[in-house]
């Protein structure tokens, strides 16, 4: 009997103690739909009448439910207890037996009560069922580069989760009344960046690294978004923290044919394009295969930085005396250096030290007042070669049989394809 008394004195507290935790923890949203079932009543408690029932008030009944029942079953032990102890006269070890049933009734219906009165003199709050509204969930944006068919409003969509982030905060110590009408901003943002990240997953591709672009995008790309995981930090002069990115699109497949460049600085927020200013559109490009990469604005430990061009192959070994030069080099929060350069120089090969892409131009800028080689066909190096005769580059300059490799501009960024 001692182990029925040990399990049923478990049995009733285990109820009131998951009923009470369920009471505290669970959450629901409300809906217009009649219950299909009847509820019985208890004193003092409504039973659920319909679905729109909040859920804590159905964990109240709940609540109330059990211990309820938890009491009957008690008041029934109790007197079944009571019976088997008149009936038992004349039988010690009946008696006995009744006795104890008696004093397990009579302490599981101490457990209960006891346990409302502890809890009301601690906090009489934490006997009432009662839950904060809930917000609704609201994506973010992954950081990348996306090509899209049209136009998906991905600024708009970066500026309201922003304004989600800034909500959720003050959430924390608002009002009851601001509360509602936060949860109110916050479910209209979250139907409106739902809707387009639903534009997105229909019209646009994230690109993963560098390679051909994949159907339905091949041909047919018309928009490009750069999405950074980058901050505007303020300290005297604005600086940045976190990845920018920019994309290389070439008008054929294996990077080949024309190409257009895009990139942003310092400017932690996604920017769209479709073409460049005064240049070529994208969708007049009908790009075939990519480059994205990323910026470094300020690797630590500083690298060394070395871009060296030399006029002849393997680095004017042949002759140490021949012209070499030194464009301009990303600086610390700059990370991306332009120039033009002289559409005679002959450039026979490349050093390059640190982490680095020189991207060098066929043809200069694309405006009078921009300096910036965005355009036209183009050949990318990350690391040094001895031999630009052999590569795109090399026969950018000259006539047949004396064509050699030139450039009339380059930028030089300070990151990484990938």
């Not at 009923?19 to 009649?34: E, H, K, L, V």
């Not at 601690?122 to 609704?136: D, H, K, Y």
């Not at 049209?150 to 989760?161: C, F, K, L, P, S």
């Not at 990323?294 to 192959?313: M, S």
Request: overall charge neutral.
């Amino acid at each position: 009997m001692t182990k029925q008394k040990s399990i049923f004195f478990f049995i009733l507290f285990f109820l009131f103690v998951f009923s009470f935790c369920w009471g505290q923890s669970a959450f629901g949203q409300p809906s217009a739909r009649p219950l299909e079932i009847q509820y019985p009543s208890f004193p003092q408690i409504t039973p659920p009448q319909t679905v729109e029932t909040p859920v804590p008030d159905y964990v109240k009944y709940l609540y109330y439910f059990f211990i309820f029942t938890a009491g009957f079953f008690a008041l029934g032990a109790l007197v079944y207890a009571s019976f088997r102890y008149i009936t038992s006269a004349g039988r010690p070890e009946a008696m006995k037996d009744a006795k104890d049933q008696i004093s397990a009734a009579l302490l599981g219906i101490l457990i209960l009560v006891s346990s409302w009165i502890i809890l009301n003199q601690i906090n009489p709050q934490l006997t009432v069922f009662r839950l904060g509204p809930a917000r609704p969930f609201i994506p973010s944006l992954s950081p990348g580069v996306l090509l899209c068919k049209e136009r998906v409003d991905i600024t708009g969509a970066w500026n309201q989760i922003k304004e989600s982030e800034n909500l959720n905060k003050e959430f924390e110590t608002a009002s009851s009344d601001r509360q509602k009408e936060i949860i109110t901003r916050l479910r209209q943002i979250s139907s409106q960046v739902n809707a387009v990240f639903a534009s997105t997953t229909k019209s646009c591709w994230k690109v993963p690294s560098s390679g051909d672009i994949p159907d339905p995008f091949n041909d047919k790309t018309e928009w490009i978004y750069l999405i950074p995981s980058a901050t505007l930090i303020t300290n005297g002069s604005a600086t940045t923290t976190g990845s920018e990115y920019g994309a290389i699109v070439y008008e054929k497949t294996k990077f080949n044919g024309e190409s257009l460049v895009f990139y942003t600085i310092n400017n932690p927020q996604p920017t769209e394009w479709n073409g460049v200013a005064g240049g070529k559109k994208i969708a007049d490009l009908h790009p075939s295969s990519i480059k994205p990469f990323i910026l470094n604005y300020d690797p630590q430990p500083r690298p060394v930085w070395d871009v060296t061009l030399y006029e002849l192959i393997d680095y004017n070994k042949a002759d140490p005396q021949k012209a070499s030069t030194t464009p301009p080099l990303p600086s610390k929060g700059d990370p991306a250096e332009s120039s033009n350069l002289s559409s005679n120089q002959k450039i026979g090969s490349i050093r390059i030290e640190g982490k680095l892409i020189v991207i060098f131009f066929k043809t200069g800028a694309t405006q009078a007042d921009d300096q910036k080689p965005w355009q036209g066909e183009l050949d990318v190096f990350t690391e040094s070669d001895a031999n630009l005769y052999d590569n795109k580059m090399g026969t950018w300059c000259g006539t047949w049989p004396t064509r050699y490799p030139c450039a009339a501009g380059l930028v030089i960024v300070s990151g990484g394809i990938y």
